[in-house]
């Protein structure tokens, strides 16, 4: 089955502990992206690759890190949490040039 | 100003009702548009490409006009299973920018 795969779905932790989201996809594509998703803002772009080894920054980059040495993962790394970063975060794929996203299926995180 | 702009709702419509949702973009250069429903707490899924011409998939029709720089969904005989929120997608460049979203609650 074709799909983006999140993990951990869900996830507390503390201030300061670094985390990591995986994010993998099967369906061969270029391009792949992060959002985090807080009431009243929307679907904000955090990082976006569009192929191996490229990465760029999207509206909030900051406090997150990311590396696609594989075309097909694409890890959320959070060095040091804070509690401003709660929020449901979303990974997303695509073909790229004009093609719809593929979403994964989020993951919930608190930092306490 | 953002690039995408919905209104939020709520919008609260009986069973079998025609509901319309607007969407507008501030970026000329944006070369294609969706539209994605997401139910609550889950991932947005493709509802539907959103085509120069206007396209329809059964209930649903989608128009865009470029000189008004907006993009329309319309839902006909709407159902309980329709309730969800509905967000309005530009791609400009390599960029995807999604609006805030417009609630929908059908009502028996």
């Known amino acids: 089955e074709a799909q983006v795969t999140q993990n951990p779905r869900y996830l507390i932790t503390v201030t300061g502990k670094k985390l990591t989201v995986t994010c993998s996809q099967n369906?061969?594509?270029?391009?792949m992206s992060w959002y985090r998703q807080d009431p009243g803002l929307g679907l904000r772009q955090i990082y976006y690759?569009?192929?191996?080894?490229?990465?760029d920054k999207g509206d909030v980059p900051e406090g997150y890190k990311v590396s696609r040495k594989e075309k097909r993962n694409f890890p959320l790394i959070l060095e040091s949490p804070s509690p401003n970063q709660t929020s449901l975060y979303f990974c997303a794929s695509s073909f790229g040039g004009g093609a719809s996203y593929t979403f994964g299926s989020g993951t919930r995180l608190t930092v306490v | 100003r953002k690039e995408v702009e919905q209104d939020p709702g709520p919008f609260n419509v009986p069973e079998g009702a025609t509901v319309a949702f607007n969407c507008t973009y501030s970026n000329s250069a944006s070369q294609s548009f969706f539209w994605y429903r997401q139910d609550c707490r889950k991932e947005p899924k493709l509802l539907m490409s959103v085509y120069s011409s206007g396209n329809e998939d059964g209930r649903f029709t989608a128009q865009l006009n470029r000189a008004s720089q907006y993009i329309s969904l319309l839902i006909r005989d709407s159902k309980l299973s329709d309730s969800a929120t509905y967000l309005c997608?530009?791609?400009?460049?390599?960029?995807?920018?999604f609006g805030t979203g417009t609630s929908l609650t059908v009502i028996p």
């Open positions: 690759s569009m192929n191996v080894e490229v990465t």
């Open positions: 369906m061969n594509h270029e391009y």
């Open positions: 997608v530009a791609l400009t460049g390599n960029q995807f920018y």
